[in-house]
């Protein structure tokens, strides 16, 4: 991939990203009071997590619990990769198509000299039940659109699969 395409496809990701954050759907009243959805997707707002070093996998940890995680360049910023688990602190540890593509990440921006700050957030308060995970998952991606993720490889391209 050439510097040229490389910039236009992180601007691309970027501006579509920038607003999804800044159009936040209308909120609907109701004449009851009603609870709103534990798990609304947008409600989520992953650039305003905290982040943690992408070595986290590395650290001594017990398995951890069930979170949806997000892998974010900073440096942008840009939401690559949307996730879930059952049990954070190993999902890493073992074979991972992100990694894969954020090492091609990383070798592509060094190779031009690109600044890049890539973390990971986790949020925390997701169902325990696993389809109803998965479809936070899944709406989460849609929603944001993280280029990383195989859904969105036909709006995005996959220059780094």
Known sequence: MSLEALLKWKSQIFEYQQKVQENKPPQQTALFDLTPKHCDPDAIDPFTLPLQSMAFYRMPTDAGSAAIYFVIDNAMPLLLYVGETRRSGKRWKGEHGCKQYLDSYH??????????????????DTP??????QELELNLILKWRSPFNKENWERWGQPFG
């Open 107 to 124: 070798s592509l921006h060094h190779r031009y000299g690109l600044q890049r700050e890539v973390s990971i957030a986790f949020w925390w």
């Open 128 to 133: 325990t039940d696993r389809r109803a995970r």
